[in-house]
């Protein structure tokens, strides 16, 4: 049986590479009852990565409230605010990745944020899940204690 001096180099660089590379980062969460969240749509939005996070977010049971993107955060007791970056395609799967930040905003103050990067993606077999399931993956990282909807 190996020692654990031998094991514990391995056990630190498996925890690193899981949490470093991550394409998924969560910095805060928040377990609420309440299920009105307001959602301010960016100037330039993007229609698919819109649709998508408006019916995860119904998913996992919030009445969404859109708002314009000069909407301060404060309009609402629960405000995630978003924004979006390049598309990237991987191939030979033709797999749309999108990165996406999210900010959410407690009573007008910053509370939480996440996103999804797919420049993180360093294993192969990840470059062939969609975006949607990375998207739900966040927000079930972001909200738990609510419906999970990125198994």
Not at 3 to 17: D, E, Q
Not at 106 to 121: T, Y
Request: one cysteine or more; aromatic letters at 12%; glycine letters at 4%.
């Amino acid at each position: 049986m190996p020692s654990l001096r031998l094991l514990l180099p391995f056990a630190l660089c498996a925890s690193l590479l899981l949490s470093g590379c991550s394409p998924v980062r969560v910095n805060g969460s928040y377990r609420t009852v309440d299920d009105q969240l307001c959602l301010v749509v960016p100037r330039h939005v993007q229609p698919d990565i819109h649709e998508k996070l408006v019916e995860l977010l119904r998913k996992k049971d919030f009445d969404v409230i859109e708002y314009p993107s000069d909407t301060k955060p404060g309009v609402c007791r629960q405000t995630l605010v978003y924004s979006w970056d390049t598309e990237q395609y991987y191939l030979p799967a033709y797999v749309k990745q999108h990165a996406i930040n999210l900010d959410l905003y407690v009573e007008g103050r910053k509370f939480a944020n996440a996103s999804f990067d797919p420049r993180r993606l360093y294993t192969p077999q990840t470059k062939f899940i969609r975006f949607s399931r990375y998207l739900a993956r966040v927000l079930d990282r972001l909200f738990p204690g609510r419906t999970p909807i990125g198994a």
